[in-house]
């Protein structure tokens, strides 16, 4: 089954979208009926029904009250804002500047103590030296139209963070395809002294490095979207539009299956070694 966390979150929509719609055929009322005891035009209410539209938490207090089953209100209001906070869009994540995005969500960090990532396209965040991160987020700034470029700022910011690799009591995970190791960023100095960098990270004893090779013939999962896997509570996914959240335990399964078979798929240690110190030969 094909990863989708787009479809994820959608899925989430659909259900209070299906919900609302069961309560109004159970209450005998028309999109139109219904429509005018909410108050509004009959168009909102299809649109609500399709998911195209997501209900506020006074569209739902109106909806229950006018089919007659106002009590079940608040259960689907708290359901409606997971949906919504499922999928939060890249440009009110970086409203305030690629810098203020380093710093969201500090608890995050800290309550982990297990993190899991996976990544096919880039060197993941917590393990990327400072001026790899700058052309990493100067790309990004670039490519959404942030208002103003702190990508140097950011990257200072997101290297400070990732200190907590040397934290005591902590596990790092990550999994990337021997293609991250290929694609630079920056001058060969830059990719240069990241790969370096990988070799001393994924030597520190808390910190596990695989390398899925280019050349493996025994695939059991095709290359995925990055995605950081928090303890087993909660999987991060990045989009090009979106991040998504994802919280619930069948779709955290998935990930976590996922993850695993892609773990398994990679090369450690000498081996993983071997990939890196082949990568940096070929900037020479």
């Known amino acids: 089954m094909p990863l989708s966390p787009s479809s994820s979150a959608q899925a989430a929509r659909e259900v209070v979208a299906h919900q609302l719609r069961d309560l109004r055929k159970s209450a005998g009322l028309t999109v139109v009926e219904l429509a005018k005891r909410c108050g509004w035009h009959h168009a909102k209410t299809s649109r609500i029904e399709n998911a195209k539209t997501a209900p ?6 109106l909806w229950c009250a006018a089919c007659g089953v106002g009590d079940q209100a608040q259960d689907l209001i708290a359901r409606s804002l997971h949906a919504e906070s499922m999928y939060t869009e890249w440009r009110t994540q ?4 690629l810098k203020a995005l380093q710093g969201r969500e500090p608890r995050l960090f800290q309550d982990t103590e297990r993190f899991r990532v996976y990544s096919s ?6 393990l990327q030296t400072e001026g790899y991160a700058a052309g990493v987020l100067g790309i990004s700034a670039r490519f959404r139209d942030v208002p103003v470029d702190d990508s140097a700022d950011a990257a200072r910011a997101r290297v400070d963070r990732s200190r907590i690799i040397h934290e005591p009591g902590r596990r790092f995970v990550f999994v990337i395809e021997e293609a991250v190791l290929r694609y630079q960023v920056g001058d060969a100095d830059t990719m240069a002294a990241q790969l370096g960098y990988l070799l001393t990270a994924g030597a520190l004893p808390q910190v596990s490095l695989g390398i899925i090779p280019e050349s493996t013939d025994s695939r059991t999962q ?3 979207e990055t995605f950081h896997v928090y303890d087993d509570r909660l999987v991060s996914v990045e989009l090009v539009s979106a991040r998504v959240r994802i919280t619930q335990p069948s779709e955290l399964a998935l990930y976590l299956r996922a993850f695993e078979q892609l773990r398994s798929m990679a090369v450690y240690g000498s081996e993983a070694r071997a990939l890196i110190l082949r990568a940096i030969e070929v900037l020479r």
Request: proline share 11%.
């Open 56 to 61: 506020t938490a006074t569209d739902i207090r």
């Open 94 to 97: 970086v409203r305030d500047g």
């Open 121 to 126: 396209s880039l060197v993941p965040g917590l």
């Open 222 to 224: 095709w290359p995925r």
